[in-house]
């Protein structure tokens, strides 16, 4: 089985959305690809910008769409924004632009989630709900003080319908009304983000590969923090991309159902 893999890194990392699955839908061969890894004695996590689910529940679709996960490899946006900002300012108040899971961590991390501007943090994220109120709560929030932080740099999500806007819109708005430069993105291609997802694997970056869809993130990191990196070209990027040339992954192929015929 072993020979069939193209990389001889005894870690993987895993992207989500546009990598394994595109919203509901499973990435054809995913399910196959990390079966051979698993079975070929490798170990595998995965990581994700998006803070809309509970690790829990990426856990469960992922075992859903025939990848059996537990929550503890799963490292998503929300968790690593928790742990940082727990170094960072522990049991501040936030104000949160984010979804119930992202709010649930945080408070699991024991930071006292408000809903008034009277915080020491704003944090931004991925958040559907995003409105006119909101906006102005952090206004207000910054001018009294508050520090910006947020889940991750992503302009849009892919979804099996096309893609939708992502946390840049949030943090654009806030940016944009406040003055203010957000200080903290912890999401890829912070190696904040990457050193979580390392510590999960138990491995240096160095015996470890990186698979993803995106260049500005994904293969971004890797490079920087010297993993193997395969773009695959069934999310964000495509094939005629420049940043290709620019960037060199160690490896490009359509999909991840290809690292089993490479």
Not at 53 to 67: F, N, S, V
Not at 123 to 140: G, H, M, N, W
Not at 173 to 200: C, D, F, Q, W, Y
């Amino acid at each position: 089985m072993s020979a069939a893999l193209p990389l001889p890194h005894r870690g993987w990392l895993f992207d989500l959305d546009g990598t394994v699955y595109r919203g509901e839908a499973l990435v054809p061969g995913a399910d196959a690809t990390i079966s051979a890894l698993r079975a070929a004695g490798r170990r595998v996590a995965f990581l994700s910008n998006k803070p809309l689910q509970t690790r829990a529940d990426y856990a469960a679709k992922l075992t859903r769409l025939g990848i059996a996960t537990e929550a503890a490899d799963v490292v998503n946006s929300s968790l690593v924004l928790a742990r940082h900002l727990q170094r960072l300012d522990p049991g501040a108040p936030v104000f949160v632009i984010g979804e119930p899971p992202l709010v649930a961590e945080l408070s699991a991390h024991g930071f006292e989630v408000r809903g008034d501007p009277r915080v020491r943090w704003v944090v931004i994220a991925f958040d559907r709900t995003f409105d006119y109120a909101k906006l102005d709560t952090a206004l207000r929030a910054v001018r009294q003080g508050a520090r910006l932080i947020a889940t991750n740099p992503d302009r849009t999500c892919p979804t099996e319908d096309g893609e939708i806007p992502d946390c840049a819109g949030m943090t654009a708005a806030v940016e944009a009304v406040t003055g203010v430069n957000v200080e903290i993105i912890v999401g890829k291609p912070s190696p904040i983000m990457l050193h979580v997802g390392l510590e999960r694997l138990g491995l240096p970056a160095t015996e470890c590969a990186i698979v993803g869809d995106r260049i500005e993130t994904d293969i971004v990191m890797g490079k920087r923090l010297g993993l193997a990196t395969v773009l695959v070209l069934s999310g964000i990027t495509r094939a005629g991309d420049p940043r290709i040339a620019e960037i060199a992954p160690d490896l490009v192929l359509p999909s991840v159902r290809e690292l089993l015929l490479t």
